[in-house]
């Protein structure tokens, strides 16, 4: 069974650093993966897909790496600013079933002033 | 751009009500899934649907039913709710397998 694990849990930065958000997973055998920022009460928007062939993800100041083989991904945020202020999800596409994702618990994060 | 629209947002139940949540999505996506979401349990799919006119359950699928009404909506009934099915729900879309998922805006449902 797929499992998804999310570290750290929380994270608090001040404006300006960079940093990087983990994401690993137990099988390597996904079509790809698909990291998610979640706003308080609010639903998941999708940030970046990594396809299984692909190494990388660029959109802005966020890049997304994924090594398939040891089962890991990063989410990279350049320059945080306190807009950034959110739960980051990442969620993998198993391969061999039938569309559904297998999400992590997620990494909480604060950029203060 | 409305993508996934869900329907309600916020609901109240009795133990024993049912109810029916609704889902519809406008991107003429083929599959359409069910997630709750819980504290500390992350997001955990409940049924989806591969196309239209296909449903299969999930991870959590006891004590509901779903049903593909046509390729723009996917609604998640509750027969008899109970306390355990309090949380978040969210509906999501895709064009297949292999592309990007869109969700809703999730509706919280209290069971009391």
């Known amino acids: 069974k797929q499992e998804v694990t999310q570290i750290p849990a929380a994270l608090s930065v001040p404006e300006g650093e960079n940093l990087v958000l983990n994401c690993s997973f137990t099988d390597s055998a996904i079509y790809n993966l698909q990291w998610f920022r979640q706003d308080p009460g609010k639903g998941l928007t999708s940030l970046l897909l990594i396809q299984s062939s692909q190494r990388e993800q660029t959109s802005g100041r966020l890049n997304a790496s994924l090594d398939k083989s040891s089962g890991r991904s990063t989410l990279y945020i350049a320059a945080s600013q306190p807009g950034d202020s959110a739960t980051y999800l990442c969620a993998v596409r198993p391969a061999g079933t039938a569309s559904k994702l297998t999400f992590g618990t997620g990494t909480r994060l604060q950029v203060t002033l | ?112």
């Open chain 2, 1 to 112: 751009n409305a993508g996934v629209t869900q329907t309600p947002k916020f609901q109240v139940l009795k133990t024993g009500q049912s109810m029916t949540l609704q889902c519809a999505q406008d991107m003429n996506h083929n599959s359409m899934y069910w997630y709750r979401q819980d504290p500390g349990m992350g997001l955990r799919l409940i049924y989806y649907s591969a196309s239209e006119g296909t449903t299969d359950k999930g991870e959590v699928p006891n004590g509901y039913n779903v049903s593909r009404l046509n390729k723009r909506e996917f609604s998640l009934r509750l027969e008899s709710a109970a306390p355990s099915q309090t949380s978040v729900y969210f509906c999501a879309s895709s064009v297949g397998r292999n592309t990007e998922a869109f969700f809703g805006q999730g509706t919280r449902l209290t069971v009391v």
